[in-house]
């Protein structure tokens, strides 16, 4: 009689075992991804307020910039804050819609670095409307960015669920799969350090022949990086993940050479070159985490991972360099 029950039922669902199957995945630019009518309210709310947010400081900086003197600390700052509001909305969008824990984590954790600059800068600088309406906005706003956003990112990194609807129920592959997504969060947040290097290095003034060079040549590096690391490990490439690792020094060489000079001015500009120590050593540590990702990442490659998540198949990896046949040529 329970044999007889059991098949009026009908078969077993992930519901009955309290899996949550959730919506379909669409393929889009930002790749597999959650369809913007499938979001949750609290989801909406945060995001048209960060987008707004972003918006809005954005607004206010492109003035600033427009305002001020280029020999004005002011402008290097802005300078960063339009970089940052740039990432930002890439953060907001791409982390609610890939259910993307890091980069949501990221952005909250950007908000408050910002919020402590614009209350310091407003306070120990000059002071005029614009900045005034830009620190009221900050706020106002920036405590609840922060708090929703880790709410909403821990949610994401407990609930797996964008995760589970990619690879499905092989938990290795899940294991994988959360590990190459910190991967490429971290390698962004690396990009967007690098670029705000870049900008706070160029301190007021005049830029000699060395450092129009070193900057040049340490921004190709920063962005040829980030492509290597990118492709490299989506496409599980051994060649471009060794290039990849053996370039790390590099980078760091170069960081080190930015804090070098920056103390050199550190009497002329001692909020401009403080926070480009801080903004540094930050960009080290979190090269470190992109080393150390980078390396679990290798270990997991050839497991099934980019035919799962990415629909990659072994031919299509002669897009960057094939490791397995160098004389392939990718097609595709």
């Given amino acids: 009689m329970a044999e007889a029950a059991a098949d009026d039922a009908g078969p077993i669902t992930f519901a009955d075992l ?8 669409q393929e889009s630019l930002l790749g597999k991804a959650r369809s913007i009518k499938d979001l ?6 945060y995001t048209v307020v960060a987008v707004l947010t972003l918006v809005v400081t954005t607004g206010f900086t492109i003035y600033k910039i427009s305002t001020v003197g280029r020999d004005n600390p002011d402008f290097t700052f802005a300078l960063i804050l339009l970089t940052s509001s740039v990432f930002g909305i890439y953060y907001v ?25 614009l209350i310091v800068n407003y306070a120990a ?4 409307d614009i900045k ?10 920036c405590p609840f960015l922060i708090c929703a956003g880790v709410w909403i990112g821990v949610s994401y990194h407990q609930s797996g669920n964008l995760i589970f609807r990619t690879v499905g129920a092989s938990t290795e592959l899940q294991r994988i799969c959360r590990t190459v997504f910190f991967f490429f969060d971290i390698l962004k947040f690396d990009l967007q350090l690098a670029i705000s290097m870049v900008l706070l290095i160029v301190v007021p003034g005049k830029l000699n022949t060395e450092e129009i060079v070193v900057l040049s040549v340490g921004s190709v590096l920063c962005l040829a990086w980030f492509v290597l690391g990118f492709y490299g490990m989506k496409y599980e490439n051994k060649i471009g993940a060794i290039m990849f690792l053996a370039m790390s020094p590099l980078e760091v060489a170069y960081v080190i050479y930015k804090l070098v000079k920056t103390a050199s001015v550190m009497q002329r500009f ?4 403080g926070s480009t120590i801080v903004c540094g050593v930050i960009a080290l ?6 080393v150390i990702a980078a390396v679990l990442v290798i270990r997991s490659f050839n497991k099934g991972l980019k035919q799962k998540a990415f629909g990659i ?15 392939s040529s990718g097609a595709h």
């Fill in 18 to 25: 309290g899996i949550p199957q959730g919506p379909q995945l």
């Fill in 40 to 45: 949750e309210r609290k989801e909406y709310v």
């Fill in 93 to 117: 969008v791409h982390g609610v819609l890939q259910e993307r824990a890091t980069e949501i984590i990221i952005f909250s954790v950007a908000n408050f670095a910002v919020l402590m600059y």
């Fill in 125 to 128: 600088g000059s002071k005029d």
């Fill in 132 to 141: 005034l309406a830009r620190l009221i906005i900050a706020v106002v706003l």
């Fill in 270 to 273: 001692g909020g401009l070159a």
């Fill in 285 to 290: 540590v979190v090269r470190i985490l992109v």
């Fill in 313 to 327: 198949e072994e031919h299509q990896t002669g897009n960057i360099i094939n490791a397995e046949d160098p004389g």
